[in-house]
């Protein structure tokens, strides 16, 4: 293994912004369409002051954007940003290990179809030059950019 300096690590930083519980639900439904702090509040069945903290932290970190649809009194929905939208990954491989490992008796809650030709898919990770599937151990983990610039840094502190 890599010896990597653990300040610089990507999924630390990633979980500071996504990875409390109810965060994490807000984003599913946002992904499922939800928009309204009500519907969050209902569908979730969250205490109002969370749900408030965690949509105030996904807007404040560019995840989510506010957008007012009632001037009197005013009322906002929130939409995925770009940013956001790039947390779809996530969710899904999230859901994939969700319904291998701790299965409904009943079979998923959600299959994903694709919408070009109705095929329900379970999603792939797949290398973009080979388009063979990738798994865990088909993977090496090199320093980056980032280690270099982060090792520099701390020799000179």
Same mark, same amino acid.
């Given at each position: 293994?890599?010896?990597?300096?653990?300040?610089?690590?990507?999924?630390?930083?990633?979980?500071?912004?996504?990875?409390?519980?109810?965060?994490?639900?807000?984003?599913?439904?946002?992904?499922?369409?939800?928009?309204?702090?009500?519907?969050?509040?209902? %569908?979730?069945?969250?205490?109002?002051n969370i +749900?408030?903290? !965690?949509?105030?932290?996904?807007?404040? /970190?560019?995840? &989510?954007?506010?957008e007012l649809?009632?001037?009197?009194?005013?009322?906002?929905?929130?939409?995925?940003?770009?940013?956001?939208?790039?947390?779809?990954?996530?969710?899904?491989?999230?859901?994939?290990?969700?319904?291998?490992?701790?299965? %409904?008796?009943?079979?998923?809650?959600?299959? +994903?179809?694709? !919408?070009?030709?109705?095929?329900?898919? /379970?999603?792939? &990770?797949?290398?973009?030059?080979?388009?063979?599937?990738?798994?865990?151990?088909?993977?090496?983990?090199?320093?980056?950019?980032?280690?270099?610039?982060?090792?520099?840094?701390?020799?000179?502190?």
């Amino acid at each position: 293994m890599k010896d990597f300096p653990r300040d610089a690590c990507s999924m630390a930083s990633t979980l500071e912004v996504i990875g409390e519980r109810w965060t994490m639900h807000v984003l599913r439904e946002s992904f499922l369409g939800v928009r309204r702090f009500e519907d969050y509040r209902r %569908n979730i069945g969250v205490a109002r002051n969370i +749900l408030s903290d !965690r949509l105030s932290t996904l807007v404040a /970190e560019g995840i &989510l954007r506010r957008e007012l649809y009632s001037e009197r009194p005013p009322r906002y929905e929130y939409r995925l940003t770009r940013k956001g939208i790039d947390l779809h990954e996530i969710l899904i491989a999230l859901m994939k290990w969700g319904n291998r490992w701790t299965p %409904n008796a009943d079979g998923p809650a959600v299959v +994903l179809r694709h !919408r070009a030709c109705g095929a329900t898919i /379970e999603p792939v &990770l797949a290398c973009p030059d080979c388009g063979k599937p990738v798994h865990a151990w088909d993977l090496e983990a090199l320093p980056g950019p980032g280690t270099a610039a982060r090792l520099a840094a701390n020799a000179a502190s």
